[in-house]
């Protein structure tokens, strides 16, 4: 995972971030989403912003331990439409476009260090890659998951692929087709989730984990995580589905649903 400089990572903490927050603190990086505001929607160059704070942590031996949260009430709802389709705005940040395409079916995997996801906010589409790429995930029982693209002419091919690395199959390709919400304690039974806490103590149960990460060798763990990315590499995989996502997106349907979507009506769907 090498998609920036070493010389610009050596100085990441001091980086202007537009999209994420990062801080460090005894061993452990926190990654927070923050932008609320868009419910935390996934910006082109906030999956840039992501990779760097990831790629930091990979190479950097003092941080054991990735956690991930979000600010406000949405942890994430997916991918941000309008920026993928050229409107990205102006945002401040100092972090230069990535080396390469950043894929995050994939990246998760790179990083090699225990990954622990804290949802407190409603889940969507894309904002799925930050539970199935973690290693625990603490979830409120409260907070809603929600697979909505076909409902929008679209499928969420990439998501589906991340999903069936830690859910039975039928249940994945049933919830994409049908675009339902999944109670939480469903998802705990089906593997996507581990751990089910509220708000007073979730963040209890995090450290809990991390405090047991901790009394652990962090160089045995890298090392066992990378050997697990190196016998699962699947980059040709999303490769494809990001691929088959943009003809979908193209497809008469595909505009269709996201017009729909847009003017807040039901779409009328051709098949084409």
């Known amino acids: ?27 452990v990086m926190t990654l927070t989403l923050n932008r609320p505001e868009k419910k935390n929607a996934l910006h082109p160059h906030m999956i840039h912003e992501i990779a760097f704070a990831l790629q930091y942590a ?9 956690m991930i949260r979000a600010a406000g009430d949405v942890f994430c709802s997916g991918a941000d439409l309008k920026a993928f389709m050229g409107m990205v705005g102006e945002f401040d940040s100092s972090i230069p476009e990535a080396k390469g395409e950043v894929l995050l079916g994939e990246l998760f995997g790179k990083t090699h260090k225990p990954i622990i996801t804290l949802v407190e906010g409603r889940v969507m589409a894309g904002g799925f890659f930050f539970l199935t790429g973690a290693h625990y995930v603490v979830c409120n029982p409260e907070v809603t998951l929600d697979l909505p693209e076909v409902k929008r002419g679209l499928f969420p091919f990439q998501v589906m692929a991340s999903l069936l690395e830690v859910m039975p199959k039928r249940i994945v390709i049933d919830w994409c087709i049908r675009g339902y919400n999944l109670g939480v304690q469903e998802a705990k039974n089906y593997g996507l989730i581990t751990h089910i806490a509220n708000q007073e103590s979730a963040v209890q149960i995090a450290n809990s984990i991390i405090n047991d990460i901790k009394e652990n060798s962090p160089t045995a763990i890298r090392h066992g995580l990378e050997a697990l990315d190196a016998i699962t590499q699947h980059e040709s995989k999303h490769q494809y589905l990001m691929e088959m996502l943009q003809k979908t997106i193209g497809s008469k349907d595909g ?9 807040k009506r039901k779409p009328e769907w051709t098949g084409e």
């Open 1 to 27: 995972m090498d998609f920036f400089e070493k010389e610009l990572l050596e100085k990441a903490l001091a980086q202007k971030f537009a999209f994420i927050l990062v801080t460090v603190e005894d061993h």
């Open 255 to 263: 505009q269709e649903g996201l017009l729909a979507f847009r003017q």
């Open 58 to 66: 990979n190479q950097t031996k003092e941080i054991w331990v990735v």
